[in-house]
């Protein structure tokens, strides 16, 4: 099946500075990436709907200029956490989709704001 | 490890009947056990969630499911379908361990038919 790698799977980080995650879709274009976060003992919210090309859509209550989100290809989107805090500590989860297919998911990237 | 089971790749279903999405879980702690759809274009949506308490538990648009840890299943049902409700839905399951992440099932495209 298709496969999502996301990068890196866990980080850590100092309070201030920036974070990069990747998402990559391996065997597929991705034409739209979602990405999530996953608050502890509670459910995913969705940050962000990136498509390939365009400036991503936040969601409500989401910080675009902390949370920079580039889809410059089909098969890459960054997700740039910056100036970040230890409130951000967090699981950041992708999702990539192409046109008219489902949505595959990354397994993930765990940060640590120290 | 984690893992979650959808076995079934599509549901079809008249409008009216009732429909059931199934789901079945493996985890090394207590579940906690998520529903999410995604209608085409969109990210994914929140429905219910089980963390504990009662069984059956209800979410949104009617949606309910029913927590049966003997046979370690979480399907999801609602009682009449709507044309509206054909989308793909996603189980997803984690342990209520500290830090990990959401395993999502690979999705069930629901198909509900005039």
């Known amino acids: 099946g298709a496969v999502v790698s996301q990068h890196p799977s866990w980080v850590i980080c100092k309070s201030g500075t920036s974070v990069k995650i990747e998402c990559r879709s391996l065997d597929f274009q991705a034409t739209t990436m979602f990405w999530y976060r996953q608050f502890p003992k509670q459910s995913l919210m969705l940050m962000a709907t990136?498509?390939?090309?365009?400036?991503?859509?936040?969601e409500q209550g989401v910080e675009k200029d902390k949370f920079l989100i580039n889809h410059a290809s089909l098969t890459l989107s960054t997700l740039t956490v910056t100036s970040a805090h230890p409130e951000d500590s967090s699981f950041y989860i992708c999702?990539?989709?192409?046109?008219?297919?489902?949505?595959?998911f990354g397994q993930g990237t765990r940060l640590t704001v120290v | 490890a984690q893992s979650v089971a959808q076995p079934e790749d599509q549901v079809n279903v008249a409008e009216g009947n009732p429909l059931t999405v199934k789901c079945t879980y493996s985890?090394?702690?207590?579940?906690?056990l998520f529903w999410y759809v995604q209608y085409p274009n969109r990210g994914l949506q929140f429905l219910l969630k089980y963390i504990t308490g009662d069984n059956l538990v209800k979410g949104s648009y009617g949606f309910e499911a029913e927590f049966n840890k003997s046979q370690t299943s979480f399907h999801l049902k609602k009682p009449s379908a709507l044309v509206s409700d054909s989308a793909l839905y996603f189980c997803a399951v984690r342990d209520d361990q500290a830090g990990t992440a959401l395993i999502f099932g690979k999705g069930t495209t629901l198909s509900v038919s005039s």
């Open positions: 999702s990539a989709r192409a046109t008219g297919g489902k949505a595959f």
């Open positions: 990136s498509n390939e090309g365009s400036k991503a859509t936040y």
């Open positions: 985890v090394s702690g207590n579940p906690y």
